[in-house]
Each structure stands twice: as structure tokens, then as C-alpha cells.
């Protein structure tokens, strides 16, 4: 019984894989690419998606650190939040980043006030909701990593003088590398395919919001099947990539 | 250079209250047995754990210093060496901590290699040194920032007996080129000999014991000292040369102390027999045997009994006795063999 059922399984993987790469205009990809619009949406995915990596690099990782590191109450809640865009519905997610730093948001409110900051239909906003949803790939892994790393390496390096920013620059980070890389990696991808909690946060407006996932969708309803499929290929190039580049460490353990 | 140490530190179940103190160019060894604290101290006297009472190097108070502040060299006991730095690079890591160029860092750190004997091993990774080649980088890393404390744990623990004696003999060598104080933690008996100007015996987090090696090998004042040195102790009370070490079992020395004394004789001063003997010896004990165990050419003896004791006596002797675990024996020792000191 077992191995029909493997075999269905891989096929309800494989097959839409296959339609796509079968049905893909290749001759005329050139052309959807040099499109305008397209163009835009391929440009604001690459700077929202690494913006997001970069944001979730500079609050994830010294989460991560304090999450493997040290000791507090409520230290499993923290984790636990950590992982709630894991399993939210990125819609949801969307509106709830909306009431939190939508412009009557808890925070939002504060931030127009005070500082004039509206996140809400704004490229800022798009980076925001991809890191949301991308944040706990490199909680997990670096998590993971820090509280792997020996002790010891810390504390040598600090009988030779090391002081904080040495710690993290000559020993943390070189020693732990592989592993933020990989959730690094991981983190972009999910950002790069962001698509529900941006819309509904960030809305799609052409030339500022709408990133290549929401231009595919656009591209879809407007009856333009060959774009769609030429973007969508495109994403699949690029998560085969991410496959291929972390198949030693993370997703295939033997 | 001195080094003047009263420190308290309390860790899970230990209770570390220790004393220790060294002038320029000594080497400390604390012994002691698994758990007993030295660990902890080392890692108090590095910074690694807060600790109260004072720390006074060289005249200054550096109980409160931060790790990376305090002139101190630490060799970890299985070396930590930067895995992701070439043995060169983990040399120059302390120099470039403290803002030498990467150039200048290197030419030290070359130096010190070529002094414990790796100048072609500079560019090896970590994993492609053995346990002695690894041991004498840490050692080096340790010395290239001109430490005034250096700080060894165990240094020859992680090394097979071969390594260890070649190893052992060079450490000492670096040790005494070495002009601050040195605190060298090992549980291994012949380490502490060699590298020992003082020792310290630590037990259950406190000092029972300090001295040069000759006090403590002449007057061990703990069972863990005196099996360390592989020696018979017992305590007892002393009234006029008798120390009664229980209700049913007295010892004679011709030492003539009063009052809670340390009774100490060599397992090769005991005579075995199989029948009571007869005459000159004052010191005679019923006992069975509970072990035997070759050492060398001589097979050392455990007897429990009134008296328990441990005896070194010749293979032909066993032979000849039919000495075996559970065979009743007569232990006697030679008065003028014992010795005795007050508590």
C-alpha cells in the first residue's frame, strides 16, 4: 500500500512542477521580461526581499542569541512567538502587522505622531511583512547554531582579550557561518515568495508595492497567462537555486 | 610579579573557598580529586566565573576585572583552539585583540611557534594537529600576549602516554622561561611532581594542604595525598609513642608525639605473613586481602582488616604466601618504619 501512495505523493509534487516548466512560453520570456511593469516588480521583489533579510538579520540573529544563550522566564513563550509566522496565515499575518503598525495601529499611531512614519501601502511596509514571515527560518537556524557552538571558543577568545565586538566578529560568526548562511538564505526565499501578508499590508500598487509575486497574480487575473508563467518559472529557478545551495546542510539530513 | 588569592565561589553543590599564593616565576600545581574544584578555580582566577574575596596580581585587585582585561593566559584542557583559524592565526588572536596589525601579529606569533618547535605547522588547521602539536599551539597562544598569569588545566590529560612524557618535559622547559606566575591544575601525581615549585591540595572546594612538594610527600595530611604519593595513612590519638587508629588496633612509632596525630608508612615497609610472627615487630595486624595489583615489578596489596593498608610485596611473595582476595593474613610494620605528626 505504502509505495502507490509514495508514488501519488511525489506525483501531486512533480506534476505542477511539470505543467509549469511544460507550458512556459520560452521564446517568449525575453519579452515578458523586458516589459516595464515586470521590470519594476522584478527590481522592488530584489530590494524588499533583501531588505526584509537584512531587517530580520539585525533583530533575528541577537534574538536567536539571547533565545540560546540565556536564561529567563518566559523564555519558551519568546520561542514559541518566534515561531507564530511559521503557521499563521500570511493574510493574517497582514492584518495583523495592519494593527499593529497600520496608521490607528498600537504602535502605527505612535510612529505617524511622533515621527511621520506610515508603513502601511509603502515599500518600507513591503520590507516589514516579507521579514514577519521570513523572520522564524533564521530564528530557527541560528538558534540552533549559537546554542551548538562550544562555550569554550568564547571563553578563550576572551582570556585573550576579546571584548564583545571581537567575540561576535572573530569567533561567533566565523565559527557559525554555514549555518547563519543557510538560514540567511532561507529567510530571502520566503521573502522573495512573499505574497498574502504583503498584499494586505502593503497593498499592490504598481512601481511601489506590487513585488513579482503580486505582479503574477496581477498578471494572471488580467488574462495574461504567458507572464504569469514566465515570472512563476522565473521564482521556481530561483527556490531550486536555494535547494541546491543548502542540499548539504538543514534539508536533507541522512 | 606575586600572585595573593582568597576566593569564594559557589557553583551548583560546590562550595570553593580557596587560598593560594606564588611569587615571580613559580609554578603552582593544585591537585585534587574529580570535583574537588580546581576547574573552578581556574576559571574564577581567568574571569570566566564571578567570584568573592580578592584576586591580587602584582599588587593589584583584579577580582572584578572583566576576562578580557586581565593579563591572564588560560590553556584549556582539551586546548580549545579556533577550529576556523590556521595555528599561526590562533597564536596572533590575542596580539589582534589587543590592536596589533595583522603583520605584526603574525611575526609574534611565527616566533612563538618556532619556539615550541611548529614553524612548519603555522598554516595547519586545528584538526590537522595531533594532541601534542595542539597542547604546545595553546601553550603558545597563551604566552604570545605576555600573560602575568598563566593559567594551565590539566595540560596533559588529552595526550597518550608517549606524547605525554616528551610533552611533559617540554612544558616544564616553556614553564620556567615563562617570568609571571603559573597555576597548573592536574589529578595526575607525576605531572604535579615535575612541574611543582608549590603545591596546593584541594578537596571538596577547600585547601587541606599546601607546601613544597617534599612537605607534602613527607608529611601527607589526607587520604587523597597519600594515596597520590602511595603511601599508608591513618589518623589516631597519641599517648608516649602508642596512637590507637581504633578501638581494636594501636600503632607504635618511635616518633614521640601526644594528641591527634597522622600516622604515615610506605606499603614496602609492611611484612606479609600467614601465621602470626613471632618477635621484633611491635606492629601487627589481622587483615584479608580485598585486592591485587601489579605495578611495576612489585605487586601492591590491599588489605582490609582492623588496619586497612595497602602493602608492596615481591610476585614470589604472593606465590609463596598464596596470597588471593579473601585470604586472612598478618600485616606487620617496623616501629621505627612509622612515622607520626600532630594534626
Given at each position: 500500500m505504502a509505495v502507490p501512495l509514495a508514488a501519488l505523493g511525489a506525483l501531486l509534487l512533480a506534476l505542477p512542477v511539470l505543467g509549469l516548466l511544460w507550458r512556459a512560453p520560452w521564446s517568449a520570456a525575453w519579452d515578458v521580461l523586458g516589459d516595464d511593469a515586470v521590470r519594476t516588480a522584478l527590481r522592488l521583489s530584489l530590494v524588499a526581499s533583501l531588505g526584509a533579510t537584512a531587517l530580520a538579520a539585525v533583530v533575528g540573529l541577537p534574538l536567536a542569541w539571547v533565545l540560546a544563550r540565556h536564561e529567563f522566564p518566559g523564555?519558551?513563550?519568546?520561542?514559541?512567538?518566534?515561531?507564530?509566522?511559521?503557521?499563521?496565515?500570511?493574510?493574517?499575518?497582514?492584518?495583523?502587522?495592519?494593527?499593529?503598525?497600520?496608521?490607528?495601529?498600537?504602535?502605527g499611531q505612535w510612529l505617524d505622531q511622533w515621527f511621520g512614519i506610515t508603513l502601511p501601502f509603502t515599500l518600507a511596509g513591503a520590507v516589514v511583512a516579507e521579514a514577519f514571515v521570513a523572520l522564524p527560518f533564521l530564528v530557527l537556524t541560528a538558534e540552533?547554531?549559537?546554542?551548538?557552538?562550544?562555550?569554550?571558543?568564547e571563553e578563550a577568545a576572551r582570556t585573550l582579550g576579546a571584548g564583545p565586538a571581537a567575540l561576535v566578529w572573530r569567533v561567533v560568526v566565523p565559527l557559525t557561518w554555514p549555518s547563519?548562511?543557510?538560514?540567511?538564505t532561507l529567510a530571502w526565499a520566503r521573502a522573495l515568495g512573499e505574497f498574502g501578508a504583503t498584499i494586505?499590508?502593503?497593498?499592490?500598487?504598481?512601481?511601489?508595492?506590487?513585488?513579482?509575486?503580486?505582479?503574477?497574480?496581477?498578471?494572471?487575473?488580467?488574462?495574461?497567462?504567458?507572464g504569469a508563467i514566465v515570472l512563476s518559472v522565473l521564482l521556481l529557478i530561483v527556490s531550486v537555486g536555494v535547494l541546491v545551495a543548502l542540499r548539504d546542510r538543514w534539508l536533507f539530513t541522512r | 610579579m606575586s600572585l595573593d588569592v582568597d576566593l569564594r565561589v559557589e557553583l551548583g553543590g560546590l562550595r570553593l573557598d580557596a587560598q593560594l599564593h606564588a611569587a615571580a616565576g613559580e609554578t603552582v600545581v593544585v591537585v585534587g580529586p574529580n570535583g574537588a574544584g580546581k576547574t573552578t578555580l581556574l576559571r574564577a582566577l581567568a574571569g570566566l566565573l564571578p567570584a568573592d574575596g580578592r584576586i591580587v596580581l602584582d599588587g593589584d585587585d583584579i577580582t572584578a576585572v572583566p576576562a578580557e582585561a586581565r593579563s591572564v593566559g588560560y590553556v584549556f584542557q582539551d586546548h580549545a583552539l579556533f577550529p576556523h583559524l590556521s595555528a599561526r592565526d590562533n597564536v596572533a588572536f590575542g596580539l589582534r585583540c589587543r590592536g596589533r596589525s595583522r603583520r605584526d601579529a603574525r611575526v609574534v606569533a611565527d616566533r612563538w611557534l618556532a619556539r615550541v618547535g611548529l614553524a612548519e605547522h603555522a598554516a595547519a588547521r586545528p584538526g590537522e594537529l595531533s594532541g601534542g602539536?595542539?597542547?604546545?599551539?595553546?601553550?603558545?597562544?597563551?604566552?604570545?600576549?605576555?600573560?602575568?598569569?598563566?593559567?594551565?588545566?590539566?595540560?596533559?590529560?588529552?595526550?597518550?602516554?608517549?606524547?605525554?612524557?616528551?610533552?611533559?618535559?617540554?612544558?616544564?622547559?616553556?614553564?620556567?622561561?615563562?617570568?609571571?606566575?603559573?597555576?597548573?591544575?592536574?589529578?595526575?601525581?607525576l605531572d604535579a611532581l615535575a612541574m611543582a615549585d608549590h603545591l596546593v591540595v584541594l578537596e571538596a572546594g577547600r585547601v587541606v594542604q599546601a607546601g613544597s612538594a617534599e612537605e607534602i610527600r613527607v608529611r601527607p595530611r589526607s587520604r587523597y595525598v597519600a594515596d597520590l604519593i602511595g603511601v599508608n595513612l591513618l589518623r589516631g590519638h597519641a599517648e608516649r609513642g602508642v596512637v590507637r587508629v581504633r578501638d581494636d588496633a594501636v600503632v607504635v612509632s618511635a616518633d614521640e608525639v601526644d594528641g591527634a596525630v597522622f600516622v604515615v608508612f610506605h606499603?614496602?615497609?609492611?611484612?606479609l605473613h600467614r601465621a602470626r610472627p613471632e618477635g621484633t615487630p611491635r606492629n601487627v595486624w589481622p587483615g584479608t586481602v580485598a585486592a591485587l595489583d601489579l605495578d611495576g615489578g612489585r605487586v601492591r596489596v590491599t588489605l582490609e582488616g582492623p588496619v586497612r593498608l595497602s602493602a608492596d610485596v615481591t610476585p614470589a611473595a604472593v606465590t609463596a604466601l598464596g596470597l588471593a582476595p579473601g585470604v586472612g593474613v598478618w600485616a606487620s610494620v617496623k616501629a621505627t618504619e612509622v612515622a607520626v605528626y600532630a594534626e
Open positions: 523564555r519558551r513563550a519568546v520561542r514559541a512567538l518566534a515561531l507564530v509566522p511559521l503557521v499563521l496565515p500570511p493574510v493574517v499575518g497582514g492584518v495583523a502587522l495592519l494593527l499593529a503598525f497600520g496608521r490607528r495601529g498600537l504602535l540552533a547554531a549559537f546554542r551548538n557552538l562550544d562555550t569554550r571558543y547563519l548562511a543557510a538560514g540567511l494586505t499590508f502593503a497593498g499592490s500598487a504598481p512601481g511601489r508595492t506590487t513585488t513579482v509575486p503580486l505582479q503574477v497574480y496581477i498578471l494572471l487575473e488580467s488574462g495574461r497567462l504567458e | 602539536q595542539a597542547q604546545r599551539v595553546a601553550l603558545a597562544r597563551a604566552l604570545a600576549v605576555e600573560p602575568r598569569l598563566l593559567l594551565l588545566d590539566e595540560p596533559l590529560s588529552a595526550l597518550d602516554a608517549t606524547t605525554r612524557a616528551v610533552t611533559r618535559r617540554d612544558l616544564v622547559r616553556h614553564l620556567a622561561d615563562h617570568d609571571g606566575v603559573r597555576v597548573v591544575v592536574t589529578h595526575d601525581p606499603p614496602h615497609a609492611v611484612a
